[in-house]
Structures are given as C-alpha cells and as structure tokens.
C-alpha cells in the first residue's frame, strides 16, 4: 500500500505544470495516505492503557445488556423445556454442550450486573432446561448427544444410525453445568433428582468405556465435534489415541462436580465415590500429561502395539523373538504439540504449584508462542500446522483467538494468583472484542492472532459475553465464575 502512495507520487509529479493534473495528483495521494491510514488503524489491537480499557469495557456492556436475552429459545419438538443457544444464524436454534454451560456462565454476569429479580427468575427455566433437554435423551447407557436440534431424531431413531460406544458423546461438562446452576440457586438441587440416575450413568460411560485402562486417562473416540476441532492432537487420527488434556481437564471438574451434586441430594456415599474418582484422575493426569522439559501440559498418544507374549508352539530354541528381553514400560507418548489445551490444567486445579509457575513462566509470556496482541493463540505458529485460514467445518482451532481460550486461560491464572497476567489477558480480551463491537456492531467466532480481525461468524455471543465476567473481576465487583 504504502509502495503505490510513493508511485502516486513519482507519476504525478511528471505533469507539475498541469495545474488541473497537479490537483488531481494532490487529492489521489491525500486518499491513498488516508485508505492507508486506516488499513493500519483497523489492523491493530487498540494500545492497552487504561483510558482505552474502561472505552471498550463500556462498549461491550452497552451491546450485551442490550441483547442479553437473544439467546433465550423456547421449548418444542425434540427439546421439550426452554434452552440457551449461543447465537447468530449459524447456531440459532440448536442446544450445544459447552456452549450452553458457558453462555451461563456469561448470562449470570449479565443478570448480576443489569438484572432484576424478575429477569434472574425468569432466566431459571432456561438454565435449568438445558441440562434436562440433555437427560430427556440419556438412558441407561449413558449415551447423550453432544447437541440437540428441535427437529432431531427421537433417542432410538438417533441409535439406529450410530454405534454409541463407538462415537463422541456429550462433553464431560454436563454436571458441571448443572452443579453452576445450583449453586446460583443456593443449593437446590431437587429439580435434578428425578434425573440423576440418567447424569451418573453418562458419568459412568466416560469412565468405563472412554477411559484407557493402562493409563486411566480418558480418550476421545475420534475427532468428530470434539469442541475444539483440529486440534491436531485429535484431527485425523486414529480412533481411540487421543488423551487429550482438554478432555482430561474438563472430566476432572466434571468428577468434582458429581461430587457436589451428590452431596446436595444428601447422596454422600455417592459424593465420596466421586471424590476418590477425582483424585485418582488427578493422579494420572500429572502422571502421564506434564512434560517437564517444556514446562507444561500436553495430550499423549495411546496408540501403541500391544505388549504380546511369544507364541512357542511348534517352534524351535532357536527362534528370535523380538522384543521379549525389554518390552516397553511406557502406556503413552507425549504429544508436544504447542496447544493452547494445555492451559486447562491450571483452570481444572490440576497443576501444581511449582508447575503453573513454570507454565506461566516457560508458555504463557512466550510471544513466540501463546501470547499475541489478541490474548493466546490456540496454536503456537511455530507448529507446521499452524493455520488462521478461515474455516467453517471443522472450525479453526489451528492458531486464531478464541475468547473461550482467552478466558479458560485467565481463569486459571486467577485460580493460582498470577494476577498481572490475567489483567493482562482480561485487557486484551475486551480491547479486541469492544473494538469488535465499535467496527461492526456485533462480535465474531474468532479473531487473528496479531491484528485482532475478525475471521467469520458475524453475531455470534456464546462464550463471548464471558468478557464482562473478565472486566468485573478487573473492577474488582462480584464475579460470576463457572462452578
């Protein structure tokens, strides 16, 4: 750009004596240095000080108080109560798993701030109904679908086209979200009662049939909707390899959560149950997931050759086994793929002390890494597949900004008291998406890592809204955080 105001320049001062040419040429750079001015102003993330902070803060509350309720949707046909949807075109009518958890998370935050008694009332049915839209579909397989159209299929029409132990389910975050909305409600939890059996049973499927027994870690079956699509420690591999550490993280939690549920339906036989369950995932986590050579948390692969004995049948002393003097000793191998999923170990609670300081330390502040001018990139752009392309199906998880990783990352810095990091991030965060607001009047799935532009998705809110959670706590008000 800058090449063609100097051209403009060069050419035009050929015909200086054109009084009519030399206008022109006058009034073409004066554009040129103005298209260029702004190319550069809409290509940066707004300088963080403190005056810009508090500008865009103010922004993203105008517009979401504003449309705070867009994501309410009725009951009918496949989804008998009322539910949450994340939001624009693409997601309009359709009950998500962590999507609906976290635009919770957000809609509290919003309740708090601008709410009043009839709207926190009102909002319970559509809270609670998520969470048995979900069971209406569990049973005692403890198969649940990961999301929920209204014209779906019934949960038997929905089986004949599926092998249930062999596919993706509902994320692990579903008592989780019920455990938020709980707690929101001072500790009823009868509502969930009538229920409960079909959540233990899908907490139950996780552990018995998603889970690698050498390990203990649980894996995902394949890369379909797996939330963060290609996550390349996923995305085309095969079956059953992947224990990754954002599902790991997030059953952790989930365990935890049963726990408390449990505990409120004066279940506690069953809460301590969950409890041991937790701990012994915890365990395993830091077991098999932490590398300490790079200082941080990563998936492991599960796809090795099974340790065999020989078979001696009709063969001679001499034979050459292979193998047999020294098997491996090892369940799995790191992924060292430079994954923002790491970061989860801090939000879960699950990293030490000594290892989120080396997280931090090592992963977080690395700009060649994570850290860029719009908070962390999913992806290190180190990594040979790293890729901000725009993409649809599956969604690109291969280095642009999510705000669900911006904030799940602030919210384990917050967990372990690195406190000027997660300012730092909670800044980054409402500077992109105020900036977001003030160009196009709404926000956007996710954004470039360097520059902040939006990638696609016009509309979308969801996990988004979480923004105000993160300017709250930058206040120092109440701060709704996610169970």
Request: aromatic share 14%.
């Amino acid at each position: 750009m800058l090449g063609f105001v100097i051209f403009l320049a060069v050419f035009f001062s050929c015909f200086k004596n054109y009084g009519y040419l030399c206008r022109m040429k006058r009034n073409l750079i004066l554009c040129a240095v103005l298209v260029l001015s702004a190319a550069t102003l809409i290509a940066q993330v707004p300088e963080r000080t403190e005056a810009n902070v508090k500008r865009y803060t103010k922004i993203c509350r105008e517009h979401i108080y504003r449309d705070m309720k867009g994501m309410y949707r009725e009951a009918g046909e496949a989804l008998p109560y009322p539910f949450l949807a994340p939001g624009s075109a693409q997601y309009n009518d359709v009950l998500w798993d962590w999507d609906s958890w976290l635009s919770n998370v957000a809609l509290r935050q919003i309740l708090l701030e601008h709410g009043t008694k009839k709207d926190r009332e009102e909002a319970i049915r559509y809270e609670q109904g998520c969470i048995l839209n979900a069971l209406a579909y569990g049973g005692m397989d403890g198969w649940i679908p990961i999301w929920i159209e209204r014209f779906s299929p019934s949960r038997a029409e929905w089986l004949k086209t599926i092998n249930p132990w062999k596919s993706n389910m509902h994320k692990p975050i579903l008592a989780q979200h019920a455990a938020f909305i709980v707690r929101q409600n001072g500790g009823d939890a009868e509502w969930l009662r009538e229920d409960f059996y079909k959540l233990q049973a899908f907490e139950a499927k996780y552990m018995n049939w998603h889970r690698h027994s050498a390990t203990g870690l649980l894996f995902w079956e394949d890369d379909f909707a797996i939330g963060v699509d290609n996550d390349p420690s996923t995305f085309y591999r095969p079956k059953e390899s992947s224990g990754s550490i954002f599902l790991n993280a997030l059953m952790y939690r989930e365990l935890l959560a049963m726990q408390y549920l449990s505990e409120q339906l004066h279940l506690d036989d069953l809460g301590r149950q969950y409890a041991a369950e937790a701990e012994t995932l915890k365990h395993d986590i830091r077991k098999h997931c932490w590398d300490p050579r790079d200082g941080f948390y990563y998936s492991v692969d599960l796809n090795l050759l099974p340790k065999q004995k020989p078979d001696v049948e009709n063969v001679q002393p001499t034979d050459l086994f292979l193998h047999v003097g020294q098997p491996r000793r090892y369940d799995c191998l790191i992924q060292r793929f430079s994954v923002w999923s790491g970061f989860t170990a801090l939000w879960a609670g699950i990293a030490t002390d000594e290892q989120a300081r080396e997280i931090v330390a090592r992963q977080y502040h690395d700009t060649l890494n994570f850290n860029c001018a719009a908070g962390i990139r999913t992806l290190s752009p180190l990594e040979k597949m790293y890729n901000v392309e725009a993409s649809g199906n599956p969604s690109s998880w291969q280095g642009p900004v999510w705000i669900v990783a911006n904030y799940l990352t602030f919210r384990g810095l917050v967990r372990y008291g690195f406190d000027t990091e997660a300012r730092e991030l909670a800044e980054k965060t409402i500077l992109l998406l105020g900036r977001d607001y003030e160009r196009f009047g709404a926000l956007h799935e996710y954004y470039l890592p360097d520059n902040g532009e939006p990638v696609l998705n016009k509309g979308f809110q969801n996990w988004n809204l979480l923004v105000l959670n993160m300017a709250a706590w930058l206040e120092g008000k109440e701060v709704v955080t996610e169970w």
